[in-house]
């Protein structure tokens, strides 16, 4: 079912649907084109977060079914079905695919939301067509890439070629499973690649269902498989794999140090890495009237949405003490009630559960840190007690007189919560800013450009914005700076990210 009409469905309907999908989704091994059980047959429960049940049993692939992958990966890139086919034909499939994955929207959708707890409405207004303009940008660069020829003496010709890496691993996580999971494995697949994705093992329904429409859309076997597990098991083994030539990361800090030092211990293979982050939001002191009022709104969603679980985050705000009043005043207003609640499947509903009751668990625990640390918790501070118990649900907070070196303000909350932190200054608010091992996304809030612009320039992270937030599209680079990460998704240096160059010198004499 599409967008437009999945938009139609009542709460009653996705019920009804959420229910069939949970018997029917494809749990197993993604490999060969074919779905299997792990070798050892292993599998562990997919847990619900709304309410703790079992959705279903999940496959748990380990080393040997990653060893079998990678053997598969390697014979289709040999081969050249995939790595050499001709760029037009590869975009094809592509766009194919594109299609594919706008006409069973309603079906892609549910899954995350079934898997993580994410709103169905959200899915359909956001991450649904983002994955579909992720497939579709990157085809369209299919054909854009090219080498280059460098200045030499007359008897000379050098060229640049780039060319595809071999079998590339890619990591994702579960805040954004299939989104997340396609800014990796979709640049890699148009650069040619051999891609094996190992997905959050909470979320694996919809990076199935994906990879299976990749191969309905004409793509070879050999060059998309998927093979959920532990991270420890699954994961590791793919990210040491001797003949895995790049792995490709989303997910936390701490998870991608260990990325990095599996590379060094095994082949040196390439890893790009995109972690953890803990956004600054200055809000400065020149603002008033609509400006305000839009800076207020846009903070509310930069923090509540996707009940907080985003990477990039406004998650800590920075604000004038000569506006602070009003902007709390403000916060507090527009942003108490603005995300309640609810069952996910609930098209009205904006605020699922957290992705499992130890995030939940979690989560409360730095608000209790935080109010141990001297913070105010103004609004929120706790799980609904409307019904929802059995959920790993916690309600927007927002945390006042929170000091830059508190652990709420240094710490990824992950979660619908916001730390303020008052400002006397420029100078003050850059270095309450950068007071992080992060640097993902920030923003300022002003109506003076060349205050802006000095922000732009003196805030360390990969994405910033001025007078907007969670804005951009696939032509924009994100990435972080510092401990947020190394690389960039979107973008047409992403794809290039997925390719070698190869310098050929012709002596022609
Ligand atoms: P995570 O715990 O680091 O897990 C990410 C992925 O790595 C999962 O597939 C996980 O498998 C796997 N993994 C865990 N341990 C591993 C190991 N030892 N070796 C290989 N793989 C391993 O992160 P998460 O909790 O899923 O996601 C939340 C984090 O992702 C946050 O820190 C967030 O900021 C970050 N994030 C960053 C971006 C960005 O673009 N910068 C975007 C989204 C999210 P399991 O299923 O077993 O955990
Ligand atoms: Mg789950």
Same mark, same amino acid.
């Given at each position: 079912?599409?967008?437009?009409?999945?938009?139609?469905?009542?709460?009653?309907?996705?019920?009804?649907?959420?229910?069939?999908?949970?018997?029917s989704?494809?749990?197993?091994?993604?490999?060969?084109?074919?779905?299997? #059980?792990?070798?050892?047959?292993?599998?562990?429960?997919n847990?619900?977060?709304?309410?703790?049940?079992?959705?279903?049993?999940?496959?748990?692939?380990?080393?040997?079914?990653?060893?079998?992958?990678?053997?598969?990966?390697?014979?289709?890139?040999?081969?050249?079905?995939?790595?050499?086919?001709?760029?037009?034909?590869?975009?094809?499939?592509?766009?194919?695919?594109?299609?594919?994955?706008?006409?069973?929207?309603?079906?892609?959708?549910?899954?995350d939301?079934?898997?993580m707890?994410?709103?169905?409405?959200d899915?359909?207004?956001?991450?649904?067509?983002?994955?579909?303009?992720?497939?579709?940008?990157?085809?369209?660069?299919?054909?854009?890439?090219?080498?280059?020829?460098?200045?030499?003496?007359?008897?000379?010709?050098?060229?640049?070629?780039?060319?595809?890496?071999?079998?590339?691993?890619?990591?994702?996580?579960?805040?954004?499973?299939?989104?997340?999971?396609?800014?990796?494995?979709?640049?890699?697949?148009?650069?040619?690649?051999?891609?094996?994705?190992?997905?959050?093992?909470?979320?694996?329904?919809?990076?199935?269902?994906?990879?299976?429409?990749?191969v309905?859309?004409?793509?070879?076997?050999?060059?998309?498989?998927?093979?959920?597990?532990?991270?420890?098991?699954?994961?590791?083994?793919?990210?040491?794999?001797? #003949?895995?030539?790049?792995?490709?990361?989303?997910?936390?800090?701490?998870?991608?140090?260990?990325?990095?030092?599996?590379?060094?211990?095994?082949?040196?293979?390439?890893?790009?890495?995109?972690?953890?982050?803990?956004?600054?939001?200055?809000?400065?002191?020149?603002?008033?009237?609509?400006?305000l009022?839009?800076?207020?709104?846009?903070?509310?969603?930069?923090?509540?949405?996707?009940?907080?679980?985003?990477?990039?985050?406004?998650?800590?705000?920075?604000?004038?003490?000569?506006?602070?009043?009003e902007?709390?005043?403000?916060?507090?207003?527009?942003?108490?009630?603005?995300?309640?609640?609810?069952?996910?499947l609930?098209?009205?509903?904006?605020?699922?559960?957290?992705?499992?009751?130890?995030?939940?668990?979690?989560?409360?625990?730095?608000?209790?840190?935080?109010?141990s640390?001297?913070?105010?918790?103004?609004?929120?501070?706790?799980?609904?007690?409307?019904?929802?118990?059995?959920?790993?649900?916690?309600?927007?907070?927002m945390?006042?007189?929170?000091?830059?070196?508190?652990?709420?303000?240094?710490?990824?909350?992950?979660?619908?919560?916001?730390?303020?932190?008052?400002?006397?200054? #420029?100078?003050?608010?850059?270095?309450?800013?950068?007071?992080?091992?992060?640097?993902?996304?920030?923003s300022?809030?002003?109506?003076?450009?060349?205050?802006?612009?000095?922000?732009v320039?003196e805030?360390?992270?990969?994405?910033?914005?001025?007078?907007?937030?969670?804005?951009?599209?696939?032509?924009?680079?994100?990435?972080?700076?510092?401990?947020?990460?190394?690389?960039?998704?979107?973008?047409?240096?992403s794809?290039?990210?997925?390719?070698?160059?190869?310098?050929?010198?012709?002596?022609?004499?």
């Open positions: 079912m599409n967008l437009e009409k999945a938009a139609e469905l009542s709460h009653a309907e996705w019920r009804e649907m959420a229910a069939k999908l949970k018997q989704a494809e749990t197993r091994l993604f490999i060969g084109g074919q779905f299997v #059980d792990a070798i050892d047959g292993g599998t562990f429960d847990i619900c977060p709304v309410d703790g049940s079992v959705i279903n049993k999940c496959a748990a692939g380990k080393k040997a079914d990653i060893d079998k992958a990678v053997e598969i990966a390697k014979r289709s890139f040999k081969s050249g079905e995939w790595s050499r086919m001709a760029p037009r034909n590869r975009m094809a499939v592509m766009y194919k695919w594109a299609g594919l994955i706008g006409e069973n929207a309603a079906e892609l959708a549910l899954m939301t079934i898997d707890g994410k709103p169905i409405s899915m359909l207004k956001a991450d649904i067509p983002m994955c579909i303009n992720t497939v579709e940008y990157f085809a369209e660069c299919i054909d854009k890439v090219t080498g280059s020829v460098t200045a030499t003496e007359y008897d000379v010709m050098s060229t640049v070629l780039r060319e595809p890496i071999g079998v590339v691993g890619c990591i994702s996580p579960w805040n954004y499973p299939l989104l997340m999971a396609l800014w990796k494995i979709v640049p890699s697949l148009a650069a040619g690649n051999s891609t094996i994705l190992k997905p959050a093992e909470q979320s694996p329904l919809s990076c199935y269902r994906v990879a299976a429409l990749f309905e859309a004409g793509g070879p076997p050999g060059a998309l498989q998927v093979i959920n597990g532990l991270g420890e098991q699954a994961g590791q083994a793919l990210a040491r794999h001797m #003949d895995v030539s790049k792995i490709s990361f989303t997910g936390s800090t701490e998870v991608g140090k260990l990325i990095h030092a599996y590379s060094g211990e095994s082949n040196m293979k390439k890893v790009s890495l995109e972690c953890g982050g803990k956004g600054p939001q200055v809000f400065c002191e020149d603002l008033e009237g609509e400006l009022d839009r800076a207020v709104t846009t903070a509310i969603n930069g923090i509540f949405f996707n009940m907080g679980e985003v990477c990039s985050a406004g998650s800590r705000l920075i604000v004038h003490a000569k506006i602070y009043d902007f709390v005043a403000k916060f507090i207003e527009k942003g108490k009630d603005a995300y309640i609640c609810g069952d996910p609930d098209p009205a509903v904006n605020l699922g559960p957290l992705v499992d009751h130890q995030s939940q668990a979690r989560v409360l625990g730095m608000i209790d840190k935080a109010k640390e001297g913070g105010r918790i103004l609004f929120g501070g706790a799980a609904p007690a409307n019904g929802l118990e059995k959920g790993a649900y916690v309600i927007p907070t945390i006042t007189g929170v000091k830059s070196n508190d652990y709420v303000a240094q710490n990824e909350v992950f979660g619908p919560v916001v730390s303020v932190i008052k400002v006397e200054s #420029d100078d003050e608010a850059i270095e309450v800013a950068n007071n992080s091992v992060y640097g993902l996304q920030g300022v809030w002003t109506d003076n450009y060349r205050r802006a612009m000095r922000y320039r805030i360390e992270c990969g994405t910033f914005l001025v007078n907007a937030f969670e804005e951009g599209d696939m032509t924009q680079p994100f990435g972080g700076y510092k401990q947020s990460g190394n690389a960039k998704d979107k973008c047409f240096e794809l290039l990210s997925y390719m070698n160059t190869k310098a050929a010198w012709f002596r022609l004499n």
